[in-house]
């Protein structure tokens, strides 16, 4: 009986996980319909949109290419970074980080640049470089000046922290979000 007992208590068990797995899965689908909706109905959403999947822990690949989209259609730097991000430390997500970066580089600010060589494995150093000096700001200059000058190859901060240095990751502030400056300039 004690065999028949271990057996029943095994496949309420593995029962349990199954449910707990589907109901994680269901909970995943309904909050991704949901950031979908947003991202598709309300400009200038993706960085709400990305928080709340990372709130969520996760979501499906149609969730990241609606964010995706409406970062394109805004042109919305800070949500190109941190998607950019995102997309760097999960390989498979289904969005084109180049563009991303690209976004980022070219309608971002000097602090989001600076963010960029910092926080990317292999940023495009000579692309930050050339907006960055383009833009004559001393003060962003020095800085990155001196991250290059302690990291030429502009490795970022991952490849600076294994190799024993430290140097903290970079979030945008809250502050820098240029939707207001998006939309005066459309």
Do not use: W
């Not at 960055?132 to 962003?140: F, H, K, R």
Request: charged share 20%.
């Amino acid at each position: 009986m004690n065999n028949q007992t271990s057996e029943q208590s095994n496949e309420q068990r593995e029962a349990a996980e199954q449910a707990a797995i589907e109901k994680r899965r269901q909970r995943l689908k309904n909050e991704s319909t949901r950031i979908i909706e947003i991202a598709n109905n309300e400009s200038y959403s993706a960085l709400k949109c990305i928080h709340q999947l990372s709130v969520a822990g996760g979501a499906t690949e149609a969730t990241y290419v609606a964010i995706e989209q409406r970062i394109i259609v805004d042109q919305d730097p800070a949500g190109a970074y941190h998607l950019a991000l995102l997309a760097q430390n999960t390989p498979d997500l289904p969005i084109d980080a180049r563009q991303l970066i690209e976004l980022v580089v070219h309608k971002g600010d000097n602090h989001q640049r600076l963010a960029l060589l910092k926080n990317l494995p292999l940023p495009p150093v000579e692309l930050i470089k050339e907006q960055i000096l383009a833009s004559d700001d001393g003060e962003a200059i020095g800085q990155m000046n001196a991250y290059l000058q302690i990291n030429p190859e502009g490795y970022g901060s991952h490849h600076m922290l294994s190799s024993g240095q430290s140097d903290q990751i970079v979030p945008l502030s809250p502050g820098n979000n240029n939707q207001n400056d998006n939309q005066n300039s459309n």
